[in-house]
């Protein structure tokens, strides 16, 4: 008998599960709290760059625009009209594909370091808009969401741990797009793009037209992490959402430590990244400059060379169920 595929969501349900248990018996307004949640949003990001990174292997190093993107519209349609982010938050991913739309037409035929390099330069170009345009998004001054105190229709919690159930959620249904994709007839489109773009074609599959979708959706995606990142740290400026390094990368390498194409990737990669950044900031921030960040990468780089395929390939760490290379 064929096994239902939505079973290998389970473990991602599992950890789920586990975080909001975490939650409930943490303090609020604690620092471990926080730290939770930053995991659950690097391991949301992780997943939607693992979409177009990891099925179809379009190394983007643009994500940073459509991060930037949902953060700027909920925001904005937030402080000027008094609309509820969850009404902006769709507003968002339909800006942010219709932006994966304009940067791939042209960009999708390029490979290896010249697609990574156009998405990168979109990416900056998005950052130079925002700073160029003070009266819509604050210039280089940034964006301060007034609080009004606790409410759910507007997605503002006195603590950190009132977000800690909005980030579960999202996070499961990021996970369970990118299995719903990899499973279905796109994702198997996508794994032979990248094992042979060429041969794709000659099947007879459309690779314009599905690395296309593989974009839009991972920027749609995307740009929901970004306008909840917004609402939880209620203050960001160009500088913070629309980072090469912050965002775009941070998205890439989130990927592939934890293993690129796999389910379970974005979610070790996640946890490792944003402990050890955390650790390294509380022991070495006191120390000379540059000392955590030197040792961060260090520490990646071993990670790299001893397990180059990701933490998911070590035995027990995977979700076996829900791997799918």
């Known amino acids: 008998m064929k096994r ?22 943490m303090n ?6 926080r730290i939770l949640c930053l995991v ?24 940073a625009a459509f991060f930037g993107i949902g953060a700027y519209a909920s925001t ?17 991913m339909l800006l942010a594909s219709l932006a994966a739309l304009l940067i791939s037409l042209p960009t999708m035929r390029l490979k290896g370091p010249y697609f990574a390099l156009a998405t990168l330069a979109f990416g900056e170009a998005c950052h130079i808009l925002a700073v160029s345009f003070p009266k819509v998004t604050g210039g280089p001054q940034g964006v301060s969401i007034p609080f009004i105190g606790n409410s759910l229709g507007m997605l503002q919690f006195r603590n950190a741990g009132g977000y800690v159930s909005v980030f579960v959620a999202f ?46 959706v991972s920027a749609s995606l995307t740009a929901v992490v970004g306008a909840l990142f917004a609402q939880f740290t209620s203050f960001f400026d160009p500088d913070s959402v629309f980072s090469v390094t912050g965002i775009s990368i941070r998205a890439a390498l989130i990927a592939i430590v934890g293993g690129v194409g796999t389910l379970s990737g974005p979610v070790l990669g996640a946890i490792f990244v944003v402990l050890i950044e955390e650790l390294l900031s509380a022991y070495f921030s006191n120390q000379a400059a540059g000392v955590a960040p030197f040792i961060f990468g260090v520490v990646l780089i071993m990670v790299v060379l001893i397990r180059p395929q990701g933490l998911s390939s070590i035995k027990g760490f995977s979700f076996r169920r829900g791997e799918q290379k």
């Open 4 to 25: 239902n595929p939505f079973l290998k969501l389970l473990p991602v349900l599992v950890f789920a599960a586990v975080c909001l248990a975490l939650s409930a018996f």
């Open 28 to 33: 609020p307004a604690g620092y471990p709290v």
């Open 40 to 63: 659950l949003l690097a391991a949301s990001l992780g997943q939607c760059w693992n979409i177009v990174g990891g099925l179809a292997n379009q190394i983007s190093l643009g994500h």
């Open 76 to 92: 904005i349609l937030q402080i000027k009209w008094g609309i509820s982010p969850w009404l902006g938050i769709p507003f968002g």
């Open 171 to 216: 996070f499961v249904i990021v996970c369970g797009v990118y299995l719903l994709m990899s499973q279905g007839r796109i994702g198997f489109y996508l794994r032979a793009i990248r094992e042979n773009e060429e041969a794709a074609e000659m099947s007879g599959v459309n690779t314009l037209r599905v690395k296309l979708t593989g974009s839009m």
